[in-house]
């Protein structure tokens, strides 16, 4: 995990996706800890590691505290500018 201001200009590759079955969940490793991921965000996440791919990528399950709602709200204010600097935006829609 990497904590990088918007506005630094490092090329990076946002993530969209549907949100999936909250009750389907799958753990991943993230910065030496578990972390419980929806199984379609772990499934795009499989995909990718196999792909070689070693871009930054910004995915909001992962890069926002979804519990904290202020700064959940904050960061939802900061989409348009995240999703139109990013490199590449994926788009996962099933």
């Not at 929806?38 to 791919?53: E, T």
């Not at 399950?61 to 202020?70: D, E």
């Amino acid at each position: 995990i990497h904590v990088i201001s918007v506005n630094a200009m490092i090329p990076y590759t946002a993530v969209s996706y549907m949100r999936g079955d909250t009750t389907s969940t799958q753990e991943i490793l993230l910065d030496g800890k578990f972390f419980s991921v929806r199984s379609n965000l772990f499934d795009f996440l499989v995909i990718f590691s196999k792909g070689g791919y070693d871009d930054l990528f910004w995915i909001d399950a992962l890069c926002m505290n979804q519990g904290n709602i202020v700064e959940r709200n904050h960061q939802v204010n900061l989409m348009g500018q995240i999703l139109s600097t990013a490199e590449h935006v994926f788009v996962r829609l099933g």
